[in-house]
């Protein structure tokens, strides 16, 4: 395993007891995602199934709440973090959970697959676009996979104040949408849903939104961390009053044949 899934996966787990308080976003995103699975044909009843990137459960909650006819076949929950798979209430109720690292590819037991699940989990990975057609070409005859992926263009206005006070923007590079898009269709699924959206949290100070973000666990990023002049310049070119807004991709996707 290389140091930037170490180093997510302490993040995550250090702060691991006060994610489901912070994780509004992640929690709206879930439902829905979910909502829109509800009238999706039913996957292939033997077929594995898991929530990839489970965490603490919050989509997969979401589906059993939106989508009652899964609740016979339980989604395997896997993640890295041991930390949040303890607080995931579905973790070890029917199956054990699963701590892997997905940047390794799918476990051996979920291939074929006949539902695999992700919501906010892909972008950690090195390669998300890589891996999703992985998932993707993971999927037994009509399986599907429904994924929720904050994508590039998010923190526009981090960036901006980062450019303004010449400081290295230390905000996770995501990946890129059309990437993505491409990757569904290059692993041979039927794309049954692609929708973009803009989400905003509440407007807060420069310093405020940064905490929040390492008190979820979700700070990590690739770049040095700023020293404290350059904290201080990127903290005085934040703009006042603006909210930090996310572009998150939804996709849906089903093998035909």
Do not use: K
């Not at 989509?59 to 303890?86: I, K, N, V, Y």
């Not at 990946?175 to 041979?188: C, F, I, R, T, Y």
């Not at 904290?231 to 009053?241: D, I």
């Amino acid at each position: 395993m290389t140091a930037f899934p170490l180093q997510v996966c302490g993040a995550f787990a250090r702060h691991a007891a006060d994610y489901e308080g912070q994780a509004g976003l992640q929690r709206g995103i879930a439902w829905r995602l979910a909502r829109l699975c509800h009238t999706l044909p039913a996957p292939p009843p033997t077929a594995p199934r898991a929530d990839l990137g489970a965490g603490s459960g919050l989509l997969s909650r979401a589906l059993l709440h939106h989508c009652p006819h899964l609740a016979g076949h339980p989604l395997l929950q896997l993640d890295l973090c041991p930390e949040l798979l303890a607080r995931n209430p579905l973790a070890n109720h029917h199956t054990a959970p699963l701590v892997w690292d997905l940047n390794g590819g799918l476990p051996a037991a979920l291939q074929p697959a006949g539902l695999l699940v992700s919501s906010f989990a892909l972008q950690w990975l090195e390669a998300p676009a890589r891996e999703l057609e992985c998932w993707g070409r993971a999927l037994a005859p009509g399986g599907w996979l429904a994924v929720a992926v904050p994508v590039r263009g998010s923190f526009p206005q981090w960036r901006q104040a980062a450019a303004a006070a010449g400081v290295p923007c230390t905000a996770l590079e995501l990946p890129d949408a059309d990437e993505l898009s491409h990757a569904l269709s290059s692993a041979g699924l039927h794309t049954a849903l692609q929708q973009r959206l803009r989400f905003s949290r509440p407007a807060l100070s420069g310093l405020t939104t940064l905490r929040r973000l390492r008190d979820l666990g979700a700070g990590s990023s690739r770049v040095a961390p700023l020293n404290p002049s350059q904290l201080r310049r990127l903290l005085h070119h934040w703009p006042p009053g603006a909210p930090l807004s996310w572009d998150v991709l939804l996709l849906v996707g089903r093998r035909i044949v």
